[in-house]
């Protein structure tokens, strides 16, 4: 059986982009469906098709948000909590790969390194695959220390 990984790297590898393929990822936790995944996160690629944010954290993001739920009696202290969780997200991205603009990233020498070490293990060579891999690695960071 596939992991999570594995199945982000089959979906991009199938055309899907950056963003619906850590949402579709993560639709066993999401409650998504792989078709809302896909639609979902459709118009992210290639940064919302400005080449600025990288759609991987707009996936992880997005990830991140479906896995706190909103809670509707406290809706600001929810907005300050997943914008919270936003912002690390891009900290640690950032600190990876230096940046969080998707043109920059595709024009950087992105390789898999002990900074992206499942990208590394699932030997890796696709910038956008090291990017969604390295994206999902964050994402099961902070959850292993909300746990």
Do not use: W
């Not at 996160?41 to 290639?46: H, P, Q």
């Not at 699932?122 to 964050?138: H, P, Q, S, V």
């Amino acid at each position: 059986m596939m992991n999570r990984f594995e199945k982000a790297a089959e979906y991009h590898h199938k055309g899907f982009n950056c963003c619906q393929a850590i949402l579709a990822s993560y639709m066993d936790l999401t409650g998504l469906t792989e078709q809302a995944s896909f639609d979902m996160g459709g118009g992210f690629g290639a940064g919302a098709q400005t080449g600025e944010l990288c759609g991987a954290i707009t996936g992880a993001v997005m990830t991140l948000g479906l896995l706190t739920p909103v809670d509707r009696d406290d809706p600001v202290g929810s907005k300050r909590r997943t914008g919270a969780l936003a912002k690390e997200f891009q900290k640690r991205f950032r600190e990876r790969f230096g940046e969080l603009r998707c043109r920059p990233l595709l024009k950087s020498a992105i390789q898999a390194s002990d900074e992206t070490p499942v990208a590394r293990d699932m030997g890796l060579t696709n910038r956008c695959d090291i990017l969604i891999i390295t994206a999902m690695e964050i994402i099961e960071e902070m959850r292993s220390e909300q746990a």
